[in-house]
């Protein structure tokens, strides 16, 4: 068994769960690709976008800010969200986070555990990357 297991941009995809979501996933690490109890994905709200109102039965879930800004909603309580700011979900809390800037918001997802979030996921829409999301992901 490998000590670690790397990806680099060229080997990795986005996703929409839906078609008609305005949030993709670019995932990085799962049980499949990493062999991981975790979800590690970048997730990329776009102009106005959110995700639906979800809830995690057993995982926690962070989001750290890598470019942009949003708000996030957990069970009633509204937080902005900044650049290098790290949001910590718990189990059992409905939450929504949104993208409240004039550009894309980009989060460093990860949930843990999994619970079946990567595989959702893969099931999902094709997503091809732009300028803009290159120029985030690669620094």
């Known amino acids: 068994m ?6 680099s941009v060229g080997q990795i ?7 008609n979501d305005s949030n993709y996933f670019v995932l990085l690490f799962d ?13 990329i ?8 109102p979800n809830t995690h039965r057993a995982a926690d879930e962070l989001f750290f800010v890598l470019s942009g800004q949003g708000r996030a909603l957990c069970n009633g309580q509204a937080t902005e969200l900044r650049k290098g700011d790290a949001l910590l979900v718990k189990p059992g809390s409905e939450h929504i986070v949104e993208n409240t800037g004039d550009k894309k918001l980009y989060t460093l997802t990860v949930m843990v555990p999994d619970e079946k979030f990567g595989a959702l996921i893969r099931r999902g829409t094709p997503v ?9 992901l690669c620094g």
């Open 128 to 136: 091809e990357l732009d300028d803009e999301d290159r120029a985030v």
């Open 2 to 7: 490998n000590a670690f297991y790397k990806r």
């Open 31 to 43: 049980e499949k690709d990493g062999g991981t109890i975790c979800v590690a994905v970048v997730e």
């Open 45 to 52: 709200f776009t102009v106005g976008g959110k995700t639906p």
């Open 13 to 19: 995809e986005a996703r929409r769960i839906s078609p």
